[in-house]
């Protein structure tokens, strides 16, 4: 069978797409793969290092931007679709799978246009504009949460199901993971990260908590983003030599295994992380992401008793510093979390979702026959 994969701009979509595609291959031995992108986007460095064929389309978004620019990128969108049709002519694939970003506008309405099945992955409470329209003609669509069923249309063939994430987020193990990292049997780790790129508001309300801790035996490992790491580290300065700084971590399953504890934005990819891993934290959600997501996503996790989740806005480093101190000491709390994220985890959310394009994809063949 042939896949064509769709989605970029951020990690956010551009991971689960790799993971959904590692799936199909493991399913398919066969299985031939084209991942459409755009020569700007994250996905244009990221996904020719999986090995996993890419080709490019013109895109762009129209959200929140002036009336020029969205005519711009209502052009590049038209310019997208048309080079998006060439691509799936050539390739023929028997299903289209996306997984969001403006790129993948395009490339599902040229899909629909071909006739192509389309299946399409979201990864929010509150899903992105690309697949709220285009859930009503897809075959199945995948959401990690019920909440998010209210924000597609009555006819959207909806597949609860988590995000998709790397095995290996899973399989690392606790007391391996300590020793490698040099952390000692009775120390408590709080892992601190504010996305993939960092955020300046979220590392200066994370320092100046951290600062406030008083936890025995107490280890911070502090990923900051690449532009924030020098600012960061200032901003300590040798107040803190419990504190491990990292600008990027190439050894997250390691971390998170190792973590009793943690601060984070909302973004889906870690809150699917911080399931699987069931490790109890306080989110601090973005406030700059296209309608508010992160809060969303955040809420829902709160609702079920899985995480503590503070604004940014009007946030105290005091209140921050009292929450931490919550999910690192009352051992009850940090039960209740790692129950409730259980519930919430879906390890093998990938192979689910790969399952179902499979099957979609050998029945258009079947169909084209």
């Given at each position: 069978m042939?896949y064509?994969?769709?989605g970029?701009g951020?990690?956010?979509?551009?991971?689960?797409?790799?993971?959904?595609?590692?799936?199909?291959t493991?399913?398919?031995?066969?299985?031939?793969l084209?991942?459409v992108?755009?020569?700007?986007?994250?996905?244009?460095?990221?996904?020719?290092?999986s090995g996993?064929?890419?080709a490019?389309?013109?895109?762009g978004g129209?959200?929140?931007?002036?009336?020029l620019?969205?005519?711009r990128g209502?052009?590049?969108?038209?310019?997208?679709l048309v080079e998006?049709?060439?691509?799936?002519?050539?390739f023929?694939?028997?299903?289209?799978?996306?997984t969001?970003g403006?790129?993948?506008?395009p490339?599902?309405?040229?899909?629909?246009?071909?006739?192509?099945?389309?299946?399409?992955?979201e990864q929010n409470?509150f899903?992105?504009?690309t697949?709220?329209?285009?859930a009503?003609?897809?075959?199945a669509v995948?959401?990690?949460?019920e909440?998010?069923?209210?924000?597609?249309p009555?006819?959207?063939?909806?597949?609860?199901?988590?995000?998709p994430?790397?095995p290996?987020i899973a399989?690392?193990?606790?007391?391996?993971?300590?020793?490698?990292l040099?952390?000692?049997?009775?120390?408590?780790v709080l892992?601190?990260?504010?996305?993939?790129?960092?955020?300046r508001?979220?590392?200066?309300?994370?320092v100046?908590?951290?600062l406030?801790?008083?936890?025995?035996?107490?280890?911070v490992v502090?990923?900051?983003g690449?532009?924030?790491?020098?600012q960061?580290?200032?901003?300590y300065?040798d107040?803190?030599?419990?504190v491990?700084?990292?600008?990027y971590a190439?050894?997250?399953?390691e971390i998170y295994a190792?973590a009793?504890?943690?601060?984070?934005?909302?973004?889906?990819?870690?809150l699917?992380?911080?399931?699987?891993?069931r490790l109890?934290?306080?989110?601090i959600?973005?406030?700059?992401v296209?309608?508010?997501?992160?809060?969303?996503?955040?809420?829902?996790l709160e609702?079920?008793?899985?995480a503590?989740?503070?604004?940014?806005?009007g946030?105290?480093a005091?209140?921050?510093?009292?929450?931490?101190?919550?999910?690192?000491?009352?051992?009850a709390?940090?039960?209740?979390?790692?129950a409730?994220?259980?519930e919430?985890?879906?390890?093998g959310?990938a192979?689910?979702i790969?399952q179902?394009?499979?099957?979609?994809?050998?029945e258009s063949?079947?169909?084209?026959?």
């Open positions: 042939r064509l994969i769709t970029g951020t990690g956010g979509h551009i991971y689960p797409a790799l993971s959904i595609a590692r799936a199909l493991e399913l398919d031995a066969g299985a031939e084209l991942y992108g755009t020569a700007t986007g994250r996905e244009a460095s990221v996904v020719p290092r996993v064929p890419f490019t389309i013109a895109s129209v959200i929140n931007l002036g009336l620019q969205k005519l209502g052009l590049r969108a038209a310019r997208g998006a049709l060439g691509h799936i002519r050539r023929r694939p028997d299903v289209v799978v996306g969001g403006f790129v993948a506008g490339v599902l309405a040229a899909a629909r246009l071909m006739r192509v099945p389309i299946v399409i992955q409470a899903p992105g504009v697949n709220r329209l285009a009503r003609w897809a075959e995948f959401v990690p949460y909440e998010a069923r209210a924000h597609f009555a006819r959207a063939r909806l597949v609860r199901a988590g995000n994430i790397r290996e399989a690392a193990d606790r007391a391996a993971a300590r020793a490698a040099g952390i000692g049997p009775d120390e408590r892992v601190i990260m504010g996305g993939s790129g960092g955020a508001d979220f590392n200066r309300a994370a100046e908590a951290v406030r801790l008083s936890v025995d035996g107490l280890r502090h990923i900051t690449e532009r924030y790491f020098d960061v580290k200032a901003h300065g107040r803190a030599p419990f491990t700084l990292l600008p190439h050894n997250m399953p190792a009793d504890a943690g601060l984070f934005r909302a973004g889906a990819l870690t699917a992380e911080i399931q699987v891993r109890p934290s306080v989110l959600p973005s406030p700059n296209t309608h508010n997501h992160q809060e969303w996503n955040a809420r829902t609702r079920r008793g899985a503590l989740v503070l604004r940014e806005a946030l105290t005091d209140d921050l510093a009292a929450a931490l101190t919550s999910v690192l000491t009352d051992t709390l940090a039960a209740r979390m790692r409730a994220l259980g919430l985890a879906d390890p959310a192979g689910t790969a179902r394009i499979v099957s979609i994809a050998r063949g079947r169909n084209r026959r």
